[in-house]
């Protein structure tokens, strides 16, 4: 969205050279649909958005047709051919890129990247070569010898590893150009200690899950979700009012860290309920100073770039406002409009009603207005 935090400049490669044989898919895992898209997409997508550049993918012997297939539409991209070992294809990878200052690297079989963790490796790197992101172990563990307990491990001390991994572009290159191709690793952050780096844990995100099997690709989403959202705010002199995406002329307008447009909060709130993905103060929390006076439009379209994110198309919306004051019957094909071109759908889709509350309670006494919303997203 328009209004993500300023990353620091950074290059990626995404690691897409595998045969993913596991997963069941009648191709390689990396361009098998996931979630209305093919694997690899979900990922580039989300580094181009974040600003990565270059960006280099590793591609199979004779995939750059698949890899072209499922990007179509994308720019900003660089392919090179990977070898017959990870280590190979990133070392391969990253002679592309040539010079960057930092770089993340990511496995594209990790599809769901939260811009979150984008942003907490990069700055784990203004006093590290290099960072992943990693969870907690849950489980108890258990060594095993000959198919018995041997012993265990502690898992307080243990940690799961995920991609995107980042790196200083200098230590990692030096790091994979000492690499004896004849060794083996699991990841990039074991090549840069294995040089000498020091790698920092980040806070990773459950969301970064690895589709490894069949089964990873058999979660079925519901073909119809629903979200309810709704907002209120006071109204106060001296103040726009903003309501339903346009400016109204009023005595009085609506006090919020944002423009306070509640019509679209409640949108928003509806939106992120149907996909599950929280709302919209976990999204633009009224402590950040950049939504300061920022425009409701952008919340509503960062909430219906997350539907689609999720695999689904916004449905339809029903919006009703509540308040005394201004009439709303003016102005509802304007706000329909305006509704509509951000969500990117048809203005039949969009439904603004009307209503007050005889005069109870804060609307009903002229204090503020409130909005409540009802939005369906239909898997695409």
Not at 28 to 50: C, I, N, Y
Not at 51 to 72: F, K, M, N, T
Not at 212 to 226: N, Y
Not at 348 to 362: C, D, I, Q, Y
Request: overall charge negative.
């Amino acid at each position: 969205m328009d209004d993500a935090p300023t990353l620091p400049s950074f290059a990626a490669i995404v690691v897409a050279a595998g045969k993913g044989l596991r997963a069941g898919q009648p191709l390689p895992k990396q361009f098998a649909m996931w979630r209305g898209k093919p694997v690899l997409r979900h990922s580039v997508e989300t580094l181009l958005d974040a600003g990565a550049r270059p960006l280099v993918i590793a591609v199979p012997p004779d995939g750059e047709q698949a890899v072209l297939d499922a990007l179509a539409g994308l720019e900003g991209f660089a392919l090179v051919t990977g070898g017959t070992t990870r280590q190979q294809s990133v070392k391969k990878a990253l002679a592309a890129v040539e010079s960057a200052e930092r770089i993340l690297i990511h496995d594209a079989a990790r599809p769901d990247l939260p811009l979150p963790v984008i942003e907490r490796l990069l700055a784990a790197l203004e006093h590290h070569s290099g960072a992943i992101p990693v969870l907690p172990v849950i489980d108890s563990l258990s060594v095993e010898n000959d198919g018995v307990m041997s012993g265990t491990a502690p898992r307080e001390q243990l940690r799961r590893v995920q991609t995107p991994q980042a790196f200083r572009f200098d230590a990692i290159f030096r790091a994979h150009q000492a690499w004896k191709d004849e060794d083996s690793a699991g990841d990039d952050a074991q090549v840069l200690r294995a040089n000498g780096g020091i790698v920092a844990h980040v806070q990773g995100d459950e969301r970064l899950a690895k589709l490894t099997f069949a089964e990873d690709f058999m979660v079925q989403q519901p073909s119809i979700r629903i979200g309810m959202g709704f907002d209120v705010h006071r109204l106060v002199e001296g103040e726009e009012l903003w309501l339903g995406g346009i400016r109204l002329d009023h005595s009085k307008g609506l006090s919020g860290h944002s423009d306070a447009d509640v019509a679209l909060h409640a949108i928003v709130d509806a939106l992120l309920g149907a996909v599950a993905n929280g709302d919209i103060g976990s999204h633009f929390p009224p402590s950040d100073p950049r939504w300061k006076g920022a425009s409701s439009d952008r919340f509503l379209e960062h909430a219906a770039r997350l539907v689609r994110e999720a695999g689904y198309g916004v449905g339809n919306v029903d919006l009703t406002i509540i308040c005394e004051a201004p009439k709303i019957g003016p102005h509802r094909d304007a706000m329909r409009t305006r509704i509509a071109d951000l969500l990117g759908v048809d203005i039949a889709l969009v439904s603004v009603k009307a209503t007050t509350t005889e005069r109870l309670g804060l609307t009903g006494r002229g204090e503020g207005i409130a909005a409540q919303a009802i939005a369906t997203v239909i898997k695409e």
